[in-house]
């Protein structure tokens, strides 16, 4: 009976230990942000723990006269049903990013499955009523305490065979030493800024880009190993950060001779702890670079125009509504893209892009001020920018079954919501917004996310809110404003949104997705 015991416990922890993992996933494997996110729903968690927990308690009470055999014999019984009832909802779930099983995770669930075998073992082995009813309570709880030891454990480990990953793209990238290498951060743009400077550096050079988001430095590891050819010119490569010093051991890594800074927002606020941290330390992408390096920097941007470069570096600046060396007029807007003219020293390129929104002409500005600088001609920067397709996720154009979407569900930021909700607000027919807000914005996150609401005044006809708990600032941005709340809808799953989008919309009307948060985040 113990042996069925000890396997019903096993099977009862499978469902709680993939969703710790998962959560550890999302959070990137950081102690730290994993603990604050269980503080942040420790109140959720806490109720849908409550029936088995009540269950587990009432029934030990309930058995306290009992023979230790007895109790075995109750606690197999709870012990299936608690598993069968996790392991068939977990078949139905769905998730916006699963568990991704990398090789980390396989040894991550090693570990994880050691110290709860262990653990469970020396219990069974006691063999006491009371512990009876602790494998019982562990099966359900205990996956979640030991992702902590299982992470101090494992994190050695994974920092070893990180940096040996690390030393051999360091080891490549020696042997293209007279590749040109251009580094990209910002709080937001970064992505869409390198893939539109791809598309125009790529007129004349073989480029190779960091593809997707892989902007950390193991993502810029596996390009490096995995991508990386005696044919490559260039290497454009997407800078991330949200801790100090992350620029810092990027710029060493990689040593970049060109950076540009796109922007500068409060975004991670939570984890750099100050806007002045964040400022100094994307900024580390130009103070950083050989003297003989060269800088873009976006002006319109007031913690970039405002910053004291500690450096002699040359620098080029871009903007539309502040004094800058490249800039941008006649703008105009349809369905299908934008037209509009750079202007250079006096001179004037007319260009036209698929791209929507005022912050891709910036993005787009940026990548002409490198293009030029490495002396790529204006009508070859001109067929780039006209065949640059857009980017997945960010003010993309879709047709999702007959209706009009511009998809925009990649991290969302401020300035960059903002200028979706513009878009949005020249597009003919009804407008639909659908979002869960924004994140990672610390103790703004609240007054963000209120101005967001205020702003869909005249921008948007309904808004579908994804998530009451995060959206809560949005609702109330959207009451201050004097939107028509009939028009407004809150819901728990995107599935819900959908149902509701196509409800209300015809073929001829526009829907915004504002920001797509991960599993951990949705609620």
């Excluded at 109330?476 to 819901?491: C, N, P, Y």
Aim: aromatic share 8%.
């Amino acid at each position: 009976m113990r042996v069925v015991y000890f396997i019903i416990i096993i099977l009862a922890a499978l469902v709680p230990a993939k969703h710790a993992l998962h959560m550890f996933q999302q959070n990137r494997y950081e102690l730290g942000r994993f603990s604050s996110w269980v503080m942040e729903n420790v109140e959720g968690g806490a109720k849908r723990a409550i029936i088995p927990a009540a269950v587990i308690t009432a029934v030990a009470v309930a058995c306290m006269g009992l023979s230790v055999n007895h109790v075995l014999l109750f606690c197999i019984l709870i012990g299936t049903v608690l598993a069968v009832i996790l392991i068939l909802r977990e078949t139905k779930a769905t998730y916006i990013k699963p568990l991704v099983y990398s090789d980390r995770v396989k040894r991550q669930i090693a570990v994880l499955a050691v110290l709860y075998l262990l653990i469970q073992f020396w219990l069974l082995f006691r063999y006491r009523r009371f512990n009876l009813w602790l494998m019982l309570a562990l099966s359900y709880f205990g996956p979640w305490l030991l992702i902590y030891p299982m992470a101090l454990i494992t994190g050695p480990v994974e920092k070893r065979v990180n940096q040996g990953f690390v030393n051999d793209a360091k080891r490549i990238l020696a042997q293209h030493d007279d590749m040109i290498r251009i580094g990209i951060t910002g709080s937001y743009g970064k992505t869409t800024t390198k893939n539109i400077m791809n598309a125009v550096l790529s007129q004349h050079f073989n480029t190779l880009i960091t593809p997707a988001s892989y902007n950390t430095p193991m993502g810029i590891t596996r390009t490096i190993r995995e991508m990386m050819k005696p044919i490559h010119q260039v290497f454009v490569c997407e800078m991330g950060a949200d801790h100090v010093g992350d620029i810092t051991y990027l710029m060493e890594f990689v040593k970049p001779t060109i950076g540009a800074v796109t922007s500068i927002g409060p975004q991670h606020l939570s984890t750099f702890g100050s806007q002045e941290n964040i400022t100094k330390e994307k900024m580390q992408e130009i103070e950083l670079l050989p003297e003989d390096g060269f800088g873009v920097l976006n002006v319109d941007n007031d913690f970039i125009r405002n910053y004291k470069i500690q450096s002699k570096v040359k620098t080029a600046t871009y903007g539309l509504h502040h004094d800058a060396d490249y800039t941008a007029k006649d703008v105009s807007y349809s369905p299908t893209g934008m037209k509009f003219t750079v202007v250079y020293h006096g001179e004037e390129y007319p260009m036209e892009t698929h791209l929507l929104g005022e912050l891709n002409i910036l993005n787009i500005l940026c990548s002409i001020a490198v293009a030029r600088h490495l002396e790529i001609p204006w009508e070859a920067i001109r067929r780039g920018v006209r065949q640059m397709k857009q980017v997945e996720h960010r003010l993309e154009q879709r047709i999702i079954n007959g209706r009009m979407f511009i998809d925009d569900a990649f991290n969302s930021n401020p300035s960059g919501s903002a200028m979706a909700l513009d878009v949005l607000a020249m597009m003919p027919g009804r407008r639909v917004v659908v979002t869960p807000g924004m994140i990672e914005l610390g103790d703004q996150q609240e007054a963000i996310n209120r101005e967001f609401g205020a702003r869909m005044k005249g921008r948007a006809d309904d808004v579908i809110l994804v998530g009451s708990h995060q959206t809560k600032p949005i609702l109330e941005g959207l009451k201050l404003a004097g939107f028509d709340m009939d028009h407004v809808s809150v819901v728990d799953k995107v599935t819900e949104a959908f149902d509701i989008v196509y409800r209300i919309t015809t073929p001829e009307d526009t829907i915004l997705l504002e920001n797509d948060l991960p599993d951990a985040f949705n609620r």
